[in-house]
């Protein structure tokens, strides 16, 4: 059974700093690619920042470009997201994402839970 467990959310000022951390736990053979995706309530989930294992190849929203920052550890199988400079509108709630992920299951996505990011104006 693959797990992906979010920390790091919270509520901060805007042109604060919150750092996300999603780990994937489990027998896993490889993972694709992992991410973070987010939700405001009424809004579609939209995409953040997803980055490949392999080649650590990222791709960002435009509306995050140059604020947040997508890492991974491929000894701990977790993805970091480092948010600086937030606005108001970051405001969400942020779900982790592995993509092509194989394990004992099959290959498949997983989402994390999800963790709320609040950022106060």
């Known amino acids: 059974q693959v797990q992906l467990v979010e920390s790091g959310g919270g509520l901060v000022q805007a042109g604060g700093s919150l750092r996300l951390s999603c780990a994937a736990s489990?027998?896993?053979?490889?993972?694709?690619?992992m991410g973070w995706y987010r939700q405001a309530p009424g809004k579609q989930r939209e995409l953040v920042a997803t980055?490949?294992?392999?080649?650590?190849?990222?791709n960002y929203a435009d509306s995050v470009k140059g604020r947040f920052t997508i890492s991974r550890d491929n000894t701990k199988n977790t993805v970091y997201l480092q948010m600086n400079s937030l606005k108001p509108e970051d405001t969400s709630v942020y779900y982790c994402n592995g993509n092509g992920i194989v394990s004992l299951g099959g290959r498949r996505d997983y989402w994390g839970q999800g963790t709320q990011v609040t950022v106060s104006s």
């Open positions: 489990g027998t896993i053979f490889s993972i694709n690619a």
């Open positions: 980055i490949t294992r392999d080649r650590g190849i990222t």
